[in-house]
C-alpha cells in the first residue's frame, strides 16, 4: 500500500499562485500526476509526470502550470489562476511508467486540497 500526503492550495485572487506537493511513502511508484474536480464536474487530469520526466497537461492549464518531481515527490506550480481553475485537487498514483487520463488507472489517491480562485 502506498500513501499520499498532499500539502499547498489555499485561496488566492485571479492572476495569483499557489503551489502543490505530494509525497508517496514507496519511492517506487512510476506515474505520479494531479486530478482536480470542480463541484458538480467530472474529475479530470490536470498534470501527470512519469518515472522518465515526460509530462502531460490538460490544455487549459499549458503554460501556467508546471509539474515536477524529486524522486518520490511531485510538485504542481499554479501561475495565473483563474476562477474556473477552482477545484479540490487530488494526488494520483500508478505503478506503471506510463500515466494514464483516466481516474480509473490510478490506485493510489491522496486525500485532495483545495484550491480557491476569486475573480
Known amino acids: 500500500q502506498v500513501q499520499l500526503v498532499e500539502s499547498g492550495g489555499g485561496s488566492v485572487q485571479s492572476g495569483g499562485s499557489l503551489s502543490l506537493s505530494c509525497v508517496a511513502s514507496?519511492?517506487?511508484?512510476?506515474?505520479m500526476g494531479w486530478f482536480r474536480q470542480a463541484p458538480g464536474k467530472e474529475s479530470v487530469e490536470v498534470a501527470s509526470?512519469?518515472?522518465?520526466?515526460r509530462t502531460y497537461y490538460i490544455e487549459s492549464v499549458k503554460g501556467r502550470f508546471t509539474i515536477s518531481r524529486d524522486n518520490a515527490k511531485i510538485f504542481l506550480e499554479l501561475n495565473d489562476l483563474k476562477p474556473e481553475d477552482t477545484a479540490m485537487y487530488y494526488c494520483?498514483?500508478?505503478?506503471?511508467?506510463?500515466?494514464?487520463?483516466?481516474?480509473?488507472?490510478?490506485?493510489?489517491w491522496g486525500q485532495g486540497t483545495q484550491v480557491t480562485v476569486s475573480s
Open positions: 514507496r519511492d517506487t511508484i512510476k506515474c
Open positions: 509526470i512519469e518515472i522518465i520526466d
Open positions: 494520483a498514483a500508478r505503478e506503471y511508467a506510463m500515466c494514464s487520463r483516466s481516474l480509473k488507472d490510478y490506485i493510489y
